[in-house]
């Protein structure tokens, strides 16, 4: 109801226009490459990289894919849930880690190492809205062509990264700061 009102009010319409005024000249660039290209839109994933993720099939399958947005996320899982797990963090030490850098340093190392392979998703809302927007814009043959991989990939490798902290990486630590029983 606050949203049917808000937009009656006349200047909500003046919100909409920029988001559709800056999106015009971008999809009239990609026309003109698809044109000088030859390329049909629909069914064309050089274009459609703009919007999603997509892995070459020439240099990987959808498994081998699935296992490099698996490995990546999961290493970046680990390096986050590693350095804001709780039992890491001493209320009396003053010293803190630097963790956004680390973590930023950790994403720029991972779309530069996997990015030629599977364009590094690591991150489902990353793939599947901007997926949605090339199936609106008229890739419909191949907007959500494999788009299951960027989905199941960046799932399962969170849940390796986080069990790999959780279940192995902080009970070994735990393990060796007591020292052995006596």
């Given at each position: 109801?606050?949203?049917?009102?808000?937009?009656?009010?006349?200047?909500?319409?003046?919100?909409?226009?920029?988001?559709?005024?800056?999106?015009?000249?971008?999809?009239?660039?990609?026309?003109?490459?698809?044109?000088?290209?030859?390329?049909?839109?629909?069914?064309?994933?050089?274009?459609?990289?703009?919007?999603?993720?997509?892995?070459?099939?020439?240099?990987?399958?959808?498994?081998?894919?699935?296992?490099?947005?698996?490995?990546?996320?999961?290493?970046?899982?680990?390096?986050?849930?590693?350095?804001?797990h709780p039992s890491h963090h001493d209320p009396k030490d003053p010293s803190k880690l630097p963790i956004p850098p680390i973590v930023g340093s950790t994403i720029?190392?991972?779309?530069?190492?996997?990015?030629?392979?599977?364009?590094?998703?690591?991150?489902?809302?990353?793939?599947?809205?901007?997926?949605?927007?090339?199936?609106?814009?008229?890739?419909?043959?191949?907007?959500?062509?494999?788009?299951?991989?960027?989905?199941?990939?960046?799932?399962?490798?969170?849940?390796?990264?986080?069990?790999?902290?959780?279940?192995v990486l902080y009970p070994a630590l735990l393990h060796k700061l007591k020292g052995p029983?006596?």
């Open positions: 109801r606050l949203c049917l009102t808000v937009w009656r009010k006349p200047w909500a319409h003046r919100l909409a226009l920029p988001p559709v005024t800056w999106c015009t000249p971008i999809l009239d660039s990609i026309q003109a490459f698809e044109e000088n290209q030859g390329l049909v839109r629909a069914s064309s994933i050089v274009s459609a990289r703009v919007f999603g993720e997509y892995f070459d099939p020439a240099l990987l399958n959808s498994a081998e894919a699935l296992g490099v947005e698996a490995f990546g996320t999961a290493v970046l899982a680990t390096i986050v849930f590693g350095l804001t720029f190392l991972l779309i530069n190492a996997l990015g030629p392979l599977t364009q590094a998703g690591m991150n489902p809302a990353r793939d599947f809205g901007p997926r949605l927007v090339a199936f609106a814009n008229g890739w419909t043959d191949v907007a959500f062509q494999d788009c299951w991989v960027y989905i199941a990939g960046p799932l399962v490798g969170a849940l390796v990264g986080a069990g790999l902290v959780d279940k029983a006596s």
